[in-house]
């Protein structure tokens, strides 16, 4: 297991590592950088750096964790990425649905292979769906993931390069927001944040604000307006 840093996630589960840039919110991807170093530093599993690579003996990871834990999956990958076949996301998908135990988190940048596999996946209770919508170009996502069978769906803004007004949030059940990090990191504006914030006020929509970000993103920290928004899933606890 690898625990997580990562304010919204306990660990984290790779069963793939590996993607390749999709739309602006990759530029600067983080998950790129530290495959690199870990490559260098003569990790197995990066032995082939960012290129897609399927882990087939990590398919079984989570079901030997025994206590409950918030799992994000493929944090270092796409898990709907072209690259990864129909066969492996469903044995992907298996595991989550045997360790009930846990509740798994995914997300993607590729709404529209997500909708165009997800009638051939199991959707257990405990699989969270989220897609990222980084800037107003990319809204259509919020639709596509709205058609997805899955018992909770998230939104990741982040990171958040634009404003983005007139979202729909009928039968999303979470929104997270984050500015982006790192050294080439861009900047993100608070009017930005407050009106994603105030649009999930106006919907009842739990808001989850990550962090501001820059190159010194601890130093930044995460409070919006002199509060920490830490707000999660009303439906979040299963039956």
Same mark, same amino acid.
């Given at each position: 297991m690898a625990s997580s840093k990562i304010e919204?996630?306990?660990?984290?589960?790779?069963?793939v590592?590996?993607?390749s840039k999709f739309s602006i919110g990759c530029i600067?991807?983080?998950?790129?950088?530290?495959? #690199?170093r870990l490559q260098s530093m003569g990790v197995a599993n990066y032995k082939n750096g960012f290129d897609v690579t399927l882990h087939h003996d990590c398919l079984a990871t989570p079901l030997s964790w025994k206590s409950p834990k918030m799992v994000f999956v493929n944090s270092m990958s796409d898990i709907?990425?072209?690259?990864?076949?129909?066969?492996?996301?469903?044995?992907?998908?298996?595991?989550?649905s045997l360790a009930k135990q846990h509740t798994f988190q995914l997300l993607t940048k590729r709404a529209e292979r997500l909708q165009e596999l997800q009638e051939h996946l199991p959707w257990p209770k405990n699989l969270w769906m989220g897609v990222t919508v980084e800037h107003s170009d990319y809204m259509h996502r919020v639709d596509i993931l709205r058609s997805a069978p899955a018992h909770?769906?998230? #939104?990741?803004?982040?990171p958040l390069l634009s404003p983005i007004h007139g979202?729909?949030?009928?039968?999303?059940?979470?929104?997270?927001?984050?500015?982006?990090?790192?050294?080439?990191?861009?900047?993100?504006?608070?009017?930005?944040v407050r009106d994603?914030?105030?649009?999930?006020?106006?919907?009842?929509t739990p808001f989850f604000f990550k962090q501001w970000g820059g190159t010194n993103k601890k130093k930044a920290g995460r409070e919006l307006d002199g509060k920490v928004w830490d707000q999660?899933?009303?439906n979040m606890v299963l039956s």
């Open positions: 919204w996630t306990d660990a984290t589960w790779n069963p590592t590996g993607c600067n991807c983080y998950a790129e950088r530290m495959a #690199l709907f990425h072209e690259d990864i076949p129909l066969e492996f996301i469903k044995k992907i998908f298996v595991t989550i909770i769906k998230f #939104l990741s803004l982040e979202l729909d949030l009928s039968e999303i059940s979470w929104v997270i927001v984050g500015g982006e990090s790192g050294p080439s990191a861009r900047g993100m504006d608070i009017d930005w994603i914030r105030d649009q999930c006020i106006a919907a009842d999660w899933p009303k």
